[in-house]
C-alpha cells in the first residue's frame, strides 16, 4: 500500500514537473527565436562580404579572411566583457527596480563601452603593421587586408555601444529589438559592400576597402536603430537614457560588470584561440583536409546559433528569477535551458549523421573534398551535442552572474584536455586530421560536464510546488 501511494506521488509529481517544463520551454522559445534570426543576421554580413569578395577575385578573399580573422580577436572579448550587462540587468528587472536606476548602470555601461571601442580601434591601428608583417603576405593581399582592417577598426566604438544596448533589450525579455537591429543591419551591409566593392550606385569602386566601409557604416546604423528602440519601447524608454541631467555614476555597479565581464571575455577569447588553433593545425593535412574541415565546422557553426541562443535566453529567464529571488525557478528554468539546447542537438546532430552527403553537396562537388567533409561531419554531430550543453549551461550560470569557476572550467576543458588530446592524437597516432576533431569533441564534453555540474551545485533545486511553477509570472 506504502508502495502504491509513493509511486503515485512520484507520478503526479513527475506530471507536475513536465507541465512546468513544457510552460519554461515555450517562455523560453519565444525569446530565443528571434534572438537566433538576429545571430544569423549578423553572421549573415560576414557572409555576404565573403560571397561578394569571392566574385570580385581570390585576392579579395584572402584580405578579408585575414583582416576579419585579425578583428575578431578583440571582437569577442569585449564582446565577452560587455555580455555581462544582460544578467545584471535581467536581475534587476527581476527585482523590480527602479528602471531610472537600471537605466544609470546603463547609461554608465555605455561610458565603458566608448573606452572600451577606442581601446579596440588603438590596439588594431597599431597592431595592423606588425601582425600582417608576420604573416608574410603577398603585396596583392596585403595592401587589402591592411586597408580593410584599419577602416574596419574604427568600427570599436559602435559595436561596443551594440553589445550594451543589446545586453540591455536582452535583459528586458525584448529579444525582438536586436532581431530588428540584426537585419537593418544585414540588408544595409548587403547594398552598401556590393556598391563600394563594384563602384555601383555613383560610389567608388574600393574593392575590398570597401566592404570595410560598408561594415562600419552599418555599424553606425544599428546604434542608432538601438536608439530608436529605446524611444518606443516603454520598458526601455522608462530608463530614460537619454535625458540631459547626467545622474550619479554607479561606480559598484560598474565593478560589478566587470567582475563578471572579465571572466566571460576570457573564456570567450579562451575558446575562440582553441577553435583557430585546431584549424590551423589541419593545415598541416593539405588543402583539401582543410577545406572539408571547413565545410564541417561551417555547418555545425550555423546550427550552433539555436543552442547559443537559447543560452542567451537561459540568461535572461534565470536572472529574471535570481532576481526576484525565486530559487525553485532559478533551478527550472537554467535545466529547462539545459534540456531544451541537449534536444535540438539531438535533432542537429541526427540531420548531420543521416544525411551528410545532402549537407556536403551543398558547399563542394569536388569528390576529394567532399569524402573528407562528410567524415568530418559524424565528428560534428558528437561536437554538436557537447557544445550546445555548454553553452546553455554558461548560459544559465550568467544568469546568475557565476562566472569565475566557469572560466576556469572551460579554460581547462579546452587547454587542458582537448587541445593536448587533439594535438596528440592528431600527430602522434594513426588517426590524424579525424583526431583532432576528436581532441574538440573531448574539449567540449568536459566543458559540457563540468558546467552542466557547477549549475546543479550552484543552483540546487529547492523543492517546488510543481502545480504553481508553471504560472509564476516573469
Keep these: 500500500m506504502a508502495a502504491s501511494g509513493g509511486n503515485h506521488l512520484r507520478t503526479v509529481a513527475a506530471a507536475s514537473f513536465a507541465t512546468a517544463f513544457r510552460h519554461e520551454a515555450r517562455e523560453n522559445?519565444?525569446?530565443?527565436?528571434?534572438?537566433?534570426?538576429?545571430?544569423?543576421?549578423?553572421?549573415?554580413?560576414?557572409?555576404?562580404?565573403?560571397?561578394?569578395?569571392?566574385?570580385?577575385?581570390?585576392?579579395?578573399?584572402?584580405?578579408?579572411?585575414?583582416?576579419?580573422?585579425?578583428?575578431?580577436?578583440?571582437?569577442?572579448?569585449?564582446?565577452?566583457?560587455?555580455?555581462?550587462?544582460?544578467?545584471i540587468v535581467a536581475q534587476q528587472v527581476g527585482a523590480r527596480r527602479d528602471p531610472e536606476r537600471t537605466g544609470e548602470f546603463v547609461r554608465g555601461a555605455l561610458g565603458c563601452a566608448v573606452v572600451a571601442g577606442v581601446t579596440w580601434t588603438v590596439v588594431l591601428q597599431a597592431a595592423a603593421d606588425p601582425i600582417l608583417d608576420l604573416l608574410a603576405l603577398e603585396p596583392a593581399v596585403r595592401g587589402p587586408a591592411e586597408g580593410y582592417l584599419r577602416v574596419l577598426s574604427f568600427g570599436g566604438i559602435p559595436y561596443c555601444l551594440c553589445f550594451v544596448l543589446r545586453s540591455a533589450a536582452e535583459g528586458h525579455g525584448l529579444t525582438?529589438?536586436?532581431?530588428?537591429?540584426?537585419?537593418?543591419?544585414?540588408?544595409?551591409?548587403?547594398?552598401?559592400?556590393?556598391?563600394?566593392?563594384?563602384?555601383?550606385?555613383?560610389?567608388p569602386a574600393l574593392g575590398a576597402v570597401g566592404t570595410g566601409w560598408a561594415t562600419l557604416t552599418a555599424s553606425c546604423l544599428m546604434v542608432l536603430v538601438y536608439v530608436w528602440s529605446f524611444h518606443r519601447y516603454p520598458e526601455l524608454r522608462r530608463l530614460a537614457l537619454w535625458r540631459r541631467a547626467w545622474p550619479r555614476v554607479p561606480r559598484g555597479e560598474l565593478r560589478e560588470m566587470v567582475t563578471v565581464g572579465w571572466p566571460i571575455a576570457f573564456m570567450?577569447?579562451?575558446?575562440?584561440?582553441?577553435?583557430?588553433?585546431?584549424?590551423?593545425?589541419?593545415?598541416?593535412?593539405?588543402?583539401?583536409?582543410?577545406?572539408?574541415?571547413?565545410?564541417?565546422?561551417?555547418?555545425?557553426?550555423?546550427?550552433?546559433?539555436?543552442?547559443?541562443?537559447?543560452?542567451?535566453?537561459?540568461?535572461?529567464?534565470?536572472?529574471?528569477?535570481?532576481?526576484?529571488?525565486?530559487?525553485?525557478?532559478?533551478?527550472?528554468?537554467?535545466?529547462?535551458?539545459?534540456?531544451?539546447?541537449?534536444?535540438?542537438?539531438?535533432?542537429?546532430?541526427?540531420?548531420?549523421?543521416?544525411?551528410?552527403?545532402?549537407i556536403v553537396g551543398l558547399y563542394t562537388d569536388e569528390a576529394s573534398v567532399a569524402t573528407l567533409a562528410v567524415r568530418f561531419l559524424m565528428f560534428a554531430a558528437l561536437f554538436q551535442v557537447a557544445d550546445c550543453v555548454q553553452a546553455t549551461a554558461n548560459g544559465a550560470l550568467r544568469g546568475v552572474k557565476d562566472t569565475r569557476l566557469p572560466m576556469i572550467i572551460?579554460?581547462?576543458?579546452?587547454?587542458?584536455?582537448?587541445?593536448?588530446?587533439?594535438?596528440?592524437?592528431?600527430?602522434?597516432?594513426?588517426?590524424?586530421?579525424?583526431?583532432?576533431?576528436?581532441?574538440?569533441?573531448?574539449?567540449?564534453?568536459?566543458?559540457?560536464?563540468?558546467?552542466?555540474?557547477?549549475?546543479m551545485h550552484h543552483a540546487p533545486l529547492v523543492t517546488p510546488d510543481w502545480r504553481t511553477a508553471a504560472t509564476e509570472p516573469g
Aim: net charge positive.
Design 268 to 358: 570567450l577569447t579562451a575558446e575562440t584561440w582553441f577553435f583557430i588553433i585546431g584549424t590551423l593545425l589541419m593545415a598541416r593535412f593539405g588543402a583539401d583536409v582543410v577545406a572539408a574541415h571547413q565545410v564541417a565546422i561551417n555547418f555545425a557553426s550555423l546550427a550552433f546559433m539555436v543552442p547559443l541562443s537559447i543560452g542567451l535566453t537561459t540568461t535572461v529567464r534565470v536572472g529574471h528569477a535570481a532576481g526576484a529571488r525565486l530559487t525553485h525557478e532559478v533551478a527550472l528554468r537554467g535545466r529547462a535551458g539545459m534540456l531544451l539546447g541537449a534536444l535540438f542537438a539531438l535533432a542537429s546532430a541526427s540531420v548531420m549523421a543521416l544525411v551528410p552527403g545532402l
Design 176 to 203: 525582438r529589438v536586436p532581431l530588428r537591429v540584426g537585419l537593418t543591419g544585414l540588408a544595409y551591409n548587403a547594398v552598401a559592400a556590393w556598391a563600394l566593392m563594384y563602384g555601383k550606385l555613383g560610389l
Design 410 to 455: 572551460t579554460v581547462g576543458a579546452y587547454w587542458g584536455v582537448g587541445a593536448p588530446l587533439a594535438a596528440w592524437l592528431g600527430f602522434a597516432t594513426p588517426l590524424g586530421a579525424s583526431g583532432i576533431w576528436i581532441g574538440f569533441i573531448g574539449g567540449l564534453a568536459t566543458a559540457a560536464a563540468g558546467l552542466a555540474w557547477r549549475f
Design 29 to 87: 522559445l519565444r525569446l530565443a527565436l528571434p534572438l537566433t534570426a538576429a545571430m544569423l543576421s549578423f553572421v549573415g554580413m560576414s557572409t555576404t562580404d565573403t560571397i561578394l569578395a569571392g566574385r570580385l577575385s581570390a585576392d579579395a578573399l584572402a584580405a578579408i579572411a585575414i583582416g576579419a580573422s585579425v578583428w575578431s580577436l578583440p571582437f569577442v572579448f569585449f564582446m565577452g566583457l560587455l555580455m555581462a550587462v544582460s544578467p
